[in-house]
């Protein structure tokens, strides 16, 4: 089945740029998916279609998607963006969605 | 605004069924383009989708469970339904119902809600 490699840990300075990385094959080929999930709360939708933002999510959040590699950008890095952070593609052949292993984001 | 509300027993036995209700508010399962997803998290662990029910009627599940889980929808109490049968503690996990976009984005979750599996 296909997989999705995220790091687990990402560190960042209050007001630098952080970046998050899903690895996959050929995954410039699918819609990636991002998710932030505060400790006790329910994932909550990011970034979809790559590079979409939902409504009443900062512009700070951005996604890029190409070759092997997605990317979440965080821009100016806040102490209330610490939290997991998930990639998901829809797998058309094994007809599942999947999801990174997650990457715990923290602000130093 | 979208509102999912998560229900069932939190405390099963090995073997038995474990069976969810998502109260949807805001929104009907039946209008729209939706897939009424679930999808659950092992204590401490990333995120494993389930699967769907497509308003139009269909379901699609995740192969790993695929043998054991049925979803389906009471569309007179605007609900939806997860049935996990033959439960292990490997089942142990917080189980959320979501609204998907498509196969895969979920733009609304639920608070999600702990099923221990336990002897």
């Known amino acids: 089945s296909y997989v999705l490699t995220q790091p687990p840990s990402v560190s960042v300075a209050p007001g630098e740029t952080a970046s998050i990385t899903c690895g996959g094959n050929n995954i410039g080929s699918k819609s990636v998916h991002w998710y932030q999930q505060k400790p006790g709360q329910a994932p909550a939708l990011i970034i979809y279609y790559s590079t979409d933002r939902p409504s009443g999510i900062p512009e700070r959040f951005s996604g890029s998607n190409s070759g092997n590699t997605a990317a979440l950008t965080i821009s100016r890095v806040e102490a209330g963006d610490e939290a997991d952070y998930y990639c998901q593609v829809w797998d058309s052949s094994g007809d599942l969605a999947v999801f990174g292993g997650g990457t715990k984001l923290t602000v130093l | 605004q979208v509102h999912l509300q998560e229900s069932g027993p939190g405390l099963l036995k090995p073997s038995e069924t474990l069976s969810l209700t998502c109260t949807v508010s805001g929104d009907s399962v039946t209008t729209g383009n939706y897939y009424w997803s679930w999808i659950r998290q092992p204590p401490g662990k990333g995120l494993e989708w389930i699967g769907y029910?497509?308003?139009?009627?269909?379901?699609n599940y995740n192969p790993s469970l695929k043998s054991r889980v049925t979803i389906s929808l009471d569309t007179s109490k605007n609900q939806f339904f997860l049935n996990l049968y033959s439960v292990t503690a490997a089942d142990t996990a917080v189980y959320y119902c979501?609204?998907?976009?498509?196969?895969?984005?979920?733009?609304?979750w639920g608070q999600g809600t702990l099923v221990a599996v336990s002897s």
């Open positions: 979501a609204r998907g976009l498509g196969p895969a984005p979920k733009d609304y």
């Open positions: 029910f497509f308003y139009i009627g269909s379901t």
